[in-house]
């Protein structure tokens, strides 16, 4: 790919500057990769012409928590007024951004070390977050939050369908998906469905929600909401052998959702679903780095949508936190390689959340070890569509 270089004194030099389109390639020995592939790398993309440009850093989001625990979980939401809010679940607290100052909520005491899932519900104008043992908190705005609920179905995963909250994996109800009634918080005594087998997250896509199991999947679709009988009948199975190994690796992105998850031969891969079957994306090219993954490393990985990427952290062999870091171009169908590497100073991400404001795409990224959140790879989300 021939590109014009200017020196001092007018001189214009030719060069040729590989292309490497085709993205990351492990699965082949480095000498006889296909063309215009990638064997390896750090923290680039790939320009439509098939040049490599280094993606943006990194930079510290707020103020330094803490090394009690890792970042449990981090929201990003808009209320009914349109104020934009972040929150981050850190050791025993809930905290709210604060001109870029994270303030702990009044109200709230968290068990710590749990992993918090959260959901917005418009028809309330709350944020929840749950974490399977304690009370739900609720919060709206402010200082303070609510945590009084002890009525509330204290689920591991919560999502906002169709003007109710869905509430999975509740203690000794692993594959009980619960369901509030219409427009209020509050659920009736038959106000469930089951799946077969412990549920590991669930994803809304549109019309529909995806329910996932380590083995399998199932679409939630056509819903009455009236009770224990309507669940089978609206609950479909898809054809595959494969489920999500863990909810923070479940993201939709370019209208499909997109897991983490393995097969019945422990086999890690990428898969992509549109609500009728998955396939996966990252066999046969990254099946070296997919290969080489335990279930123990899968099991805290995160994934985000980054614009028109999926995002995904994981930990690879000899590693106990998240320093493998994986783009998949969804539009290109393509890998690369990102922060391959830890970082001195903090650990690496254990949870992952975005924002899109006129164009503008913001990622960020909770660690591990400490309670620090990272923005990470500023750009312009709708520059990047236009180059495809």
Not at 339 to 367: H, K, M, N, P, Y
Request: glycine residues 10%; aromatic residues 12%; negative net charge.
């Amino acid at each position: 790919m021939p590109q014009s270089i200017f020196r001092p004194g007018g001189v214009v030099l030719e060069v040729e500057l590989k292309s490497y389109e085709a993205g990351l390639i492990d699965s082949a020995d480095p000498t006889s990769a296909p063309a215009n592939s990638l064997t390896g790398g750090q923290n680039i993309r790939i320009q439509k012409q098939g040049k490599p440009e280094s993606r943006d850093g990194s930079s510290l989001y707020g103020n330094f928590l803490g090394t009690t625990t890792g970042i449990l979980g981090g929201f990003n939401f808009v209320n009914r007024a349109g104020t934009q809010e972040r929150l981050a679940v850190y050791d025993v607290g809930v905290y709210r951004d604060v001109a870029l100052t994270w303030t702990a909520l009044t109200g709230v005491t968290m068990t710590t070390n749990l992993p918090a899932d959260g959901a917005y519900f418009p028809l309330t104008d709350k944020f929840y977050i749950v974490n399977k043992t304690d009370n739900v908190v609720k919060y709206t705005s402010g200082t303070s939050g609510d945590q009084t609920d002890a009525n509330f179905k204290k689920g591991k995963y919560i999502v906002h369908f169709k003007n109710r909250l869905l509430v999975a994996n509740v203690s000794s109800q692993e594959d009980y998906i619960w369901y509030t009634d219409l427009g209020v918080d509050t659920f009736s005594a038959n106000n469930y469905f089951r799946v077969a087998g412990t549920i590991t997250g669930m994803e809304v896509h549109y019309d529909k929600v995806l329910i996932f199991t380590k083995r399998k999947i199932y679409r939630l679709d056509n819903f009455t909401f009236n009770g224990v009988a309507a669940g089978p009948e609206s609950v479909t199975e898809l054809p595959v052998e494969f489920g999500a190994i863990y909810d923070r690796t479940i993201t939709t992105v370019n209208n499909f959702v997109y897991f983490v998850g393995q097969d019945i031969t422990n086999k890690a891969s990428i898969y992509k679903c549109d609500g009728y079957k998955a396939v996966s994306v990252s066999e046969p090219k990254i099946a070296n780095t997919m290969n080489g993954l335990s279930t123990a490393q899968l099991a805290n990985s995160c994934a985000v949508e980054d614009g028109i990427y999926y995002r995904w952290h994981a930990a690879e062999s000899g590693q106990t936190t998240n320093n493998i870091g994986i783009l998949y171009d969804t539009v290109r169908d393509i890998f690369l390689p990102v922060e391959r590497r830890l970082i001195a100073g903090r650990a690496d991400f254990s949870c992952l959340w975005s924002s899109e404001t006129t164009g503008q795409w913001d990622v960020f990224a909770g660690t591990q070890g400490t309670g620090q959140v990272y923005k990470l790879n500023t750009g312009n989300y709708y520059d990047e569509l236009a180059e495809e």
